[in-house]
């Protein structure tokens, strides 16, 4: 195999076949379920601490935290308290040894060379474990609300804007002094110190569903997020990712998300599914789709992201036994092409446990770390 497409390696399963998997931070009071009848989810730094300290005592490989600054109101008030994603993980970095602490920056809201500086302090803080999500903005009413929303700054000009903001911050990480003239950022004989633990340099992951987005992905990130309708179109889009990738010389980690409902019997999953979704918060939902910058419900198009939130679950989901999950868990990660998952629970503290004593081992056991030849 071409070494260009080897995987560097960041201490994670998928450098070397494995599956990583990790959760999806409950940064934010509600979760992902757009329901008054879901457990409690406050987004408090003792519940955020709570599921770090479970992700890694069985085993998970990554944490990550979105970075949310307005909620979606509604009667449950969806989203309306929300931590700071770099302050919460710089927090659980010293709270933890092992896993993987993954952070979110807006390219439109950071200077590249405070950016940087950031990034390279947690990964001293984490001993060498930090990761970057880069949002290049798509949630026009949080951004609208402190003017930073650039109304001359289209979609595709935005990832332009994050490409020019992650090659100043590599540079940043590698060289001496940087000085770059720029479309969007200028920076003159720039030095940041302390170099960030890690090398070549902390991992890089992006989500972009958008053909630009898949290109900015490709070109500088080492993962993308994914989604789809459903699995064949969920494996369509983490093939062509992929294949973009071989085409520049790189190796690209593909993810999903899903929500977990682990229960003792399918039929009570069913149950549980249903009373989320007689709790189903339609102010919510309609402030989700501001914030979003949608206009899906006053035009009548439908998409698989509006489809899933108008049911109150706003990701793919598997409800069941853990047998079911497991299945499930598995199919998705065979049939898809998927080098790992992000997990998101209705209730962290019952559902990590579960998964990590009835459904980890298993997939741990399928999906043994294995070296090509």
């Known amino acids: 195999m071409d070494t260009l497409l080897q995987p560097t390696a960041f201490g994670l399963p998928s450098d070397t076949g494995g599956k990583d998997l990790g959760i999806f931070m409950p940064i934010a009071n509600g979760g992902w379920i757009l329901s008054s009848t879901t457990p409690v989810i406050d987004g408090s730094y003792e519940y955020n601490r709570t599921a770090a300290l479970l992700a890694e005592e069985i085993g998970l490989d990554f944490i990550m935290s979105m970075a949310k600054f307005r909620g979606y109101g509604g009667r449950t008030e969806h ?9 919460l993980m710089s927090a659980l970095a010293a709270q933890t040894e092992r896993v993987r602490i993954w952070t979110t920056f807006h390219t439109l809201l950071q200077n590249p060379a405070v950016a940087a500086k950031m990034i390279a302090t947690l990964d001293h803080v984490s001993h060498g474990r930090v990761g970057l999500n880069v949002v290049p903005g798509a949630y026009k009413g949080e951004f609208a609300q402190m003017g930073a929303w650039p109304q001359d700054i289209g979609h595709d000009e935005r990832y332009d804007l994050a490409t020019e903001w992650l090659r100043d911050i590599k540079r940043l990480w590698t060289e001496p002094s940087v000085t770059a003239h720029g479309r969007y950022f200028t920076l003159e004989d720039c030095q940041s110190f302390p170099k960030p633990v890690q090398t070549p340099r902390p991992f890089i992951v992006a989500a972009g569903m958008s053909e630009r987005g898949m290109r900015f992905a490709v070109e500088e990130t080492d993962a993308i997020f994914i989604g789809g309708r459903d ?36 039929a009570a999953g069913d149950a549980t599914v249903a009373r989320f979704r007689e709790g189903f918060d339609e102010g919510a939902f309609q402030g989700m789709l501001r914030s979003y910058g949608m206009i899906d419900a006053e035009i009548g198009r439908e998409n698989a992201f509006t489809a899933r939130a108008r049911t109150g679950i706003t990701g793919p989901y598997v409800a069941g036994s853990p047998d079911t999950v497991t299945r499930r868990m598995t199919q998705m990660m065979e049939r898809c092409d998927l080098d790992g998952m992000m997990l998101i629970f209705p209730d962290y503290k019952l559902g990590l446990r579960r998964f990590g004593d009835e459904i980890l081992p298993a997939l741990r056991k399928r999906f043994l770390t294995t070296v090509a030849a």
């Open 79 to 87: 989203w309306h308290c929300a931590l700071d994603s770099l302050v």
């Open 231 to 266: 699995d064949d179109e969920l494996r369509s889009v983490s093939l062509r990712a992929k294949d973009l990738a071989r085409q520049a010389g790189r190796h690209l980690r593909t993810y999903a998300m899903l929500i977990l409902i682990i229960e003792d019997s399918d």
